[in-house]
């Protein structure tokens, strides 16, 4: 069997069911596996979300590791974005981290990063898959087994990024904004209230704590308690996070989610650079308006490949880069996307320009091809949005987008359907490369026969 058959491979990643797939004793082995694919005494960082799986399964990969005489930095809770801004901070030669995998129940991720702090393409991962399957494993001698250490790296994170907005920090406190935070149950609840709170933003957070059974977040529901906490309490903006502090979506003051196409246009405006010759990464599947006029060098990336986009934004040495998914990458700060650094963006060109997020977001719109909207019921929203993810219609490959899913053709042609800012309906946003209007109509007629039909079965 070909590594990228095994149950535990998804995407290129190795991601499965925690104590079913993936489970203690594979997790050992794929550790070792990582160990012999490096060097000896190499130094690889740990860490976590929340979930009581993830800490099983990280102490077994990491004794997979150990037994294999790799030195050990563990950093025990962490958001993704803090684990590779860390591993190329403290100069690690790798970086590992376990967190659940969004919209995909009980899926749990083990993610690998190289010393940039980029994730392992699926080719390194399958090379540490061949090995583990051949069961060739170095093992070290008792003495030689690798030492575990430990670091704050998020207090190190978090004076880096206070220290990366100082300039920001007068124009927030003068403003005095109020913001509501989702912290999606992951540990950036330690690090994002705090550093607003220190900016001079007025701060409400939901989805705080450390939870027995997390719910997948964001999801429909949070985002609908989300929007809702900002109107009633006049709210300058929202943020919703994922566990992962990797993906953001944005509320406006309106209680308007925003797309992450619209997040990206405010973000590449609020830092743009007027040198013609400077490069943007840009998902191939993001719509044109977002890029069209930025008289920027653009390099597409494609969708599915782990850490490609990043991997892109470093070759090229890009200014900026971002996809539809909610992912935003700002090399001059980490290598991976932060969602903390986007939400402070906004709310940076919020204070400087003195304006509401809604009129900030109306100056850099995204104009859609083709919309429609559909009711649906909120309670069905997420398992229609996971069947979706799980199984795409023929002739589709389906995209993540955190507020819904994008359907896409190989000829760039796609469909994003997602929560509405009307009560109980779903959105959907049609794209067409030729700008064809029947074109658009079929795909508007195919949209809502899929959503016919799965509210008709008996899911």
Known sequence: MESDQKPYIKWGRIMAFSNKILTPELASLLGGAMGTF??????????????????????????????????????????????????????????????????????????????????????????????????????????????????????????????????????????????????????????????????????????AHRPRNPEFLPNPKSLVRLRETVRATDSDLGIALDSESRHAVIVDGQGRIR?????????????????????????????????????????????????????????????????????????????GSDAIVAALTVLTQMAREQIKSTDLYRRYQVYPQRTAVVTFPLDRMLQFFTTILNNPPKGFYAIDTFIGIKLVTETKEWIHLYLSNEEHSLQIEIFDPQSKSDKQEELISFTRNLINQYLNSSY
């Open 259 to 335: 797309t992450a196409e619209e997040t990206a246009s405010v973000n590449l405006h609020s830092r743009y650079d007027p040198d013609s010759n400077a490069t943007v990464v840009v998902g191939d599947t993001v719509h044109p308006s977002v890029y069209r006029d930025l008289r920027k060098n653009i390099i597409f990336s494609s969708h599915g490949e782990p850490g490609g986009s990043a991997r892109l934004v470093m070759s090229h040495r890009a200014i900026y880069g971002f996809n539809d998914t909610g992912l935003f990458f700002l090399p001059i700060f980490a290598p």
């Open 38 to 207: 490096l060097d000896p005494k190499a130094v690889v960082m740990v860490g976590r979300d929340y979930r009581r799986d993830s800490r099983m399964l990280k102490r077994s990969f990491s004794g997979g590791l150990m037994a294999s005489g790799i030195e050990l930095i563990d950093l025990h809770a962490v958001p993704t974005n803090v684990m590779q801004f860390s591993v190329r901070r403290f100069g690690a030669d790798a970086g590992v981290i376990i967190t659940r995998s969004h919209n995909l129940a009980g899926m749990v991720s083990i993610k690998l990063f190289d010393s940039t702090g980029i994730e392992y393409s699926s080719e390194k991962v399958n090379q540490i898959v061949k090995i583990a399957d051949k069961k060739e494993i170095r093992r070290v001698a008792s003495t030689e087994v690798g030492w575990i250490s430990v670091a704050d790296a998020m207090k190190i994170y978090d004076r880096a990024i206070a220290s990366f907005f100082a300039e920001s920090k007068k124009l927030m406190k003068d403003a005095r904004m109020r913001v509501v935070i989702d912290c999606a149950c992951g540990p950036a609840s330690l690090i994002l209230p705090d550093l607003l709170n220190e900016f001079g933003c007025e701060v409400i957070t939901l989805n």
